[in-house]
Structure formats: C-alpha cells, structure tokens
C-alpha cells in the first residue's frame, strides 16, 4: 500500500535557524500537502501543491512538489519558537479526492 | 469559527471496557475521519463516512467499528478496549478537496 515516509523524524535546532524536512512515496501523488500540529492540537493545514514543480510560500514556510511527484518538501526560514509542533506531509489515498494518508511527521523543537 | 468537537481529551479505560469517541462537527461537511496517531507512525486513518449511514474502512479497522447516524456527529466505537489501542485519536471533516478540519484529539490510555 502507500506510504509516505518523513525525514528528519526530529529536529532540535536554535531559534533563527533554517529547517529544511522531506517527503517521500512509495507511489506518484498529484497532490501534497503540509499539516502542522501544534502540541495538544489537531492538525492545520500550512500549504498546498497541486502540480510538479511547484514552489508555494506562506510566510517563512516554503514548500516544493517534487519533479518525479514522489516526494515534497518543506523550509522554515528564520524559525521563531512558535514553530515548535509535529509536521505531517499528506496526499490523496489511491487518486481518491477526499481521503488523505498522512506521513509519520517530523518534530521540531526550537531552542530560544 | 467552524469546529470539530471531540467530547473528551483523555480517557482511561480498562481492558475489555466497550468506549464511545464522539465528533461533532458543525460546518455541514459530507465527509468524516478517525484517524489514529502514534509516534513514529504519523496519523493512521481507522475509518470514514462520507454520508449519514455511510462507512468505509480505512487501513487499520481491526478492532474499532463506527456510526453515523447524524451527518454532524461521528462516532468511534473499541467493541472490547485492548493496551494496544491506547493512542491519540483524531476526528477530522472536510466537504470537498481535502479540506480537512481536525478536532483537538483524545488520548485514550487502556488499562
């Protein structure tokens, strides 16, 4: 079945530091998405890609879907100790519209 | 502000124990998730609804069943709590393209 794999699965790291975090499929994803979890929370969603290649930002965030739309990634600019929470990746089960899979997110922690 | 209200943050039930997880969601979405999350695993979906009555499994339905008997309200439903199901677990909604809603979650410990 599908999978999508996350990496790093942790990151410590010293406020204004850069983080970068990646996405990997078993299969090819016509879509990505980012979720972010802040502790004690559900997930939110941050940015969404719809075509490979793309670079969309919001903020410091900025996302990319893969050329071979096997993987996606994810860079925080000049992270604040707000960003601390898990960092899903996601993308739609078996071409199906409505019904996402998640990765097996990765946590930052932010040192101030 | 829409929502997804999940009725408790933490649980404790013993083993064998028959426990109800319920969402309510207020934004008249079609569709309805449990998912469940684990360290390491990220969120894994249990089942959805995408219609009153309506159930799909998703990857991990062993041990869980659900209802949907109103289309705000989804419930999941451990026949017989085991240790192995003691998580986090997420509801979420979404109408259409993957705009998906969660609820706070509810951490489940099973004794």
């Known amino acids: 079945g599908q999978q999508l794999n996350q990496s790093p699965q942790s990151m410590f790291i010293q406020e204004g530091e850069d983080v970068s975090m990646n996405c990997t499929s078993s299969s090819i994803f016509n879509t990505w998405l980012w979720y972010k979890q802040d502790p004690g929370e559900g997930p939110v969603l941050l940015i969404a890609?719809?075509?490979?290649?793309e670079l969309t930002s919001n903020g410091r965030l900025t996302a990319q879907f893969g050329i071979t739309r096997k993987d996606s990634f994810l860079n925080i600019s000049a992270s604040i100790p707000s960003d601390v929470g898990i960092y899903f990746c996601?993308?739609?089960?078996?071409?199906?519209?409505?019904?996402?899979?998640f990765g097996t997110g990765t946590l930052l922690a932010v040192q101030p | 502000d829409v929502k997804v209200t999940q009725s408790s943050r933490y649980l404790v039930k013993r083993t064998g124990e028959k426990v109800f997880l319920e969402c309510v969601q207020d934004?008249?979405?079609?569709?309805m998730f449990w998912y469940r999350q684990d360290p390491g695993l990220g969120l894994r979906l249990i089942y959805f609804?995408?219609?009153?009555?309506?159930?799909e499994k998703g990857d991990i339905p062993e041990g869980y069943s659900v209802s949907r008997e109103k289309k705000e309200r989804f419930s999941l439903i451990l026949e017989s709590a085991s240790t192995n199901q003691t998580s986090m677990y997420l509801c979420?909604?979404?109408?259409?393209?993957?705009?998906?809603?969660f609820g706070s979650g509810t951490r489940l410990t099973v004794v």
């Open positions: 996601a993308g739609p089960y078996g071409g199906a519209t409505n019904k996402l899979i």
């Open positions: 934004m008249d979405h079609e569709n």
């Open positions: 609804s995408y219609d009153v009555k309506m159930k």
């Open positions: 890609l719809y075509k490979a290649g």
């Open positions: 979420a909604s979404s109408s259409a393209h993957y705009g998906y809603t």
